[in-house]
């Protein structure tokens, strides 16, 4: 059974750091790649970011350079180092992967950032 439990969300100031995390079971880094996704009120979801199985990453345009997606094999978890928050950024973050072909979703984390 695979199960993504995102945390490490908050409600901080414009210009400040975040790190969130996604615990990860029933799949594997080595196989699967892991996507962050966020939700912004009345907004459709897209995609932040994701990093492949060899470690290739990629981020939308409005997040490159202050964004970065890593992950922890030996944790089983996945990150998102986000500096340089923007109140554009506040959103509801989820983290995302695929396993034989079935959609996996975590909860999501609130990230809010006041200007």
């Known amino acids: 059974q695979v199960q993504l439990v995102e945390s490490g969300g908050d409600l901080v100031r414009a210009g400040g750091s975040l790190r969130l995390s996604c615990a990860a079971s029933g799949i594997s880094f080595s196989v699967n790649t892991l996507r962050w996704y966020r939700q912004a009120p009345g907004m459709q979801r897209e995609l932040v970011a994701y990093i492949t199985p060899d470690g290739t990453t990629n981020y939308t345009d409005s997040v490159k350079g202050r964004f970065t997606v890593s992950t922890d094999n030996a944790k089983n978890t996945v990150y998102l180092q986000m500096n340089s928050l923007e109140p554009e950024d506040t959103a509801v973050y989820y983290c995302?992967?695929?396993?034989?072909?079935?959609?996996?979703w975590g909860q999501g984390t609130q990230v809010t950032v006041s200007s």
């Open positions: 995302y992967s695929v396993r034989l072909g079935v959609e996996h």
